[in-house]
């Protein structure tokens, strides 16, 4: 018989309590989720405290007992590794939890994804990736694109889940396409922000309106992500409080660019 999908009252795990991490939390609190909430920040989160359904746990051992899921929402694959191998987390669902199902969400680099899976299966956990798109206001209004990689079943078994932290999930391929899929889309992202920032800058200088631009483009075949949302939201009103920093963004971009030299691709 397959195992059933979580449902509400079910306990979920969650590790990063960050930009993202709060609004995806509350986003399953308001599913009738149960949620475990850790960060070795112990002011990351700190919103959260009081809400129906939450509890802050202080140890790996306290976050993984009674989970039927653990999410990971943390900035990159080295903090990955150091969750999931360097605290002992993976040891912890083996001997604590064994019917649970450990999902990277993070942004990661997709062969130290591959890796981590390697790990957990070597311990007979079961794990997979399913990062997200769209930033902060998607993780607050659960209209997140969610990429997933792994075995169809386990997405089947999560989806509930991950239904509530966005409304666009994919399932990618084998453990590792997720955190793929998702580079490729942040690299395509960060190319048409660049573009659309030239233009801008372009005709700024020739003396046309930026507003008046951006009505015009985005009526046109230039229109993109960055100038339908990111120009009329942040940057022309100069407010550029996305969540999102470059910082980040520069990662992600670097990550796809990694992976296609790897795969020898060129991508200059």
Same mark, same amino acid.
């Given at each position: 018989? &397959? ?10 795990? /969650? ?5 993202? !991490? ?9 599913? !009738? ?16 405290? !009081? ?15 009674? &989970? ?83 075995? &169809? ?36 992202? !960060? ?52 969540? /999102? ?24």
């Amino acid at each position: 018989m &397959a195992e059933a999908p979580l449902a509400a009252e079910d306990r979920i795990g /969650f590790v990063g309590l960050g930009n993202m !991490g709060v609004p995806m939390v509350r986003r399953l609190l308001s599913g !009738g989720f149960q949620v475990q909430g850790y960060d070795v920040n112990p002011e990351q989160g700190a919103a959260l405290e !009081g809400e129906a359904g939450y509890t802050r746990v202080g140890s790996i051992e306290q976050l993984v007992t009674g &989970a039927r899921m653990l999410i990971l929402m943390v900035p990159n694959s080295a903090i990955v590794e150091a969750v999931l191998l360097g605290s002992g987390m993976l040891d912890a669902v083996r001997e604590h939890a064994p019917e649970c199902i450990v999902v990277d969400m993070s942004s990661s680099k997709p062969a130290e994804t591959v890796r981590m899976g390697e790990e957990a299966a070597s311990r007979n956990v079961r794990f997979i990736d399913a990062p997200v798109s769209g930033g902060v206001p998607g993780a607050t209004e659960g209209t997140l694109s969610v990429m997933v990689g792994g075995p &169809a079943e386990l997405d089947a078994i999560v989806r509930p889940a991950l239904d509530r932290i966005g409304s666009n999930v994919v399932h990618a391929g084998a453990i590792g396409a997720g955190h793929a899929l998702k580079a490729i889309n942040n690299l395509l992202s !960060g190319a048409s922000f660049i573009a659309s920032a030239e233009a801008m800058v372009i005709g700024q200088k020739f003396g046309l309106d930026p507003q008046v631009m951006s009505d015009a483009i985005n009526g046109s075949s230039g229109r993109s992500w960055s100038t339908m949302l990111k120009w009329p939201r942040y940057v022309i009103p100069r407010q550029f409080n996305s969540g /999102f920093t470059l910082g980040l963004h520069l990662k992600d971009i670097r990550i796809a660019t990694e992976l296609a030299d790897q795969l020898g691709v060129p991508a200059p």
